[in-house]
């Protein structure tokens, strides 16, 4: 049962890569840089991210993954739909635009001082900066 991924060459996890991988814990990458659809959705027990290169998070990306608690993207600029992450969720993502389902966005330099509008869109976010 995978626990842990880590990878050092990989550019991009697909759509549904690791759907329903319900013993998955952390997830840590240096070179990924998009997140297809749906490719952590049901991880229910997955706990930690780390994507370091992350461009792009696809929509549904972590559908599901009520054990969420941390997300590292470092130098993420695009994410859709964290409306079915329903936890207390810390993300770091200094340069982030967030899509919701609706398609409004969000454009921000530091998403802390977003905090508001963000649980408007129903997010259950708190935003940390380093």
């Known amino acids: 049962m995978l626990q842990s991924f880590q990878s050092f060459q990989l550019l991009e996890i697909h759509e549904n890569a690791f759907q329903k991988c319900f013993q998955l814990l952390t997830v840590s990458t240096r070179r990924v840089t998009r997140l297809g659809r ?20 696809d929509f549904a990306s972590f559908s599901q993954c009520h054990g969420l608690k941390r997300i590292n993207l470092d130098s993420a600029h695009e994410a859709h739909n964290f409306d079915e992450v ?9 340069f982030l635009q967030i899509k919701n389902s ?9 998403l802390k001082n977003y905090k508001n509008r963000l649980e408007k869109l129903q997010k259950r976010v708190i935003m940390l900066e380093k």
Do not use: G, H, M
């Not at 049901?42 to 992350?54: A, G, Y």
């Not at 609706?102 to 530091?110: D, E, G, L």
């Open 86 to 94: 329903k936890t207390d969720l810390s993300i770091y993502a200094p």
């Open 38 to 57: 749906s490719c952590f959705s049901q991880c229910f027990n997955l706990k930690e991210i780390d994507l370091f290169s992350l461009k792009i998070v």
């Open 102 to 110: 609706n398609k409004q966005r969000i454009f921000t330099k530091s």
